[in-house]
């Protein structure tokens, strides 16, 4: 399975970006499809994750306004993120665990910075 990572970006304090992790197989045939972060000097953690009968999870920091979403007929997986803050400044990274291992995106840059 390959992962492509797009829709980061520059934005301000208090903006949204939609992050797009775009499968190159049917996400269907997908456990569960994960976005990642990690900033500098810092552990990668989880930010949010979808099953494939649409579950979904979030980290602590993510709820309320961070929203994972998929689209079976793009095969693409979003991550709307509102009201970004300084310290959600991080590479976003999608993951894709199929058939008991583990696929990564190459990543897309975010930084919020007024």
């Known amino acids: 399975v390959q992962l492509q990572a797009s829709g980061g970006g520059l934005v301000q304090p208090g903006g949204s970006l939609r992050l797009s992790c775009a499968a190159s197989?049917?996400?269907?045939?997908?456990?569960?499809m994960t976005w990642y972060r990690q900033a500098p000097g810092k552990q990668r953690e989880l930010v949010a994750s979808i099953g494939s009968s649409g579950s979904t999870g979030y980290a602590d920091f993510a709820k309320d306004r961070f929203t994972i979403s998929r689209d079976g007929a793009k095969n693409t997986v979003y991550l709307q993120m509102n009201s970004l803050k300084p310290e959600d400044t991080a590479n976003y990274y999608c993951?894709?665990?199929?058939?008991?291992?583990?696929?990564w995106g190459q990543g897309t840059q975010v930084t919020v910075s007024s």
């Open positions: 197989k049917s996400i269907r045939s997908i456990n569960v």
């Open positions: 993951k894709a665990f199929v058939n008991s291992s583990n696929y």
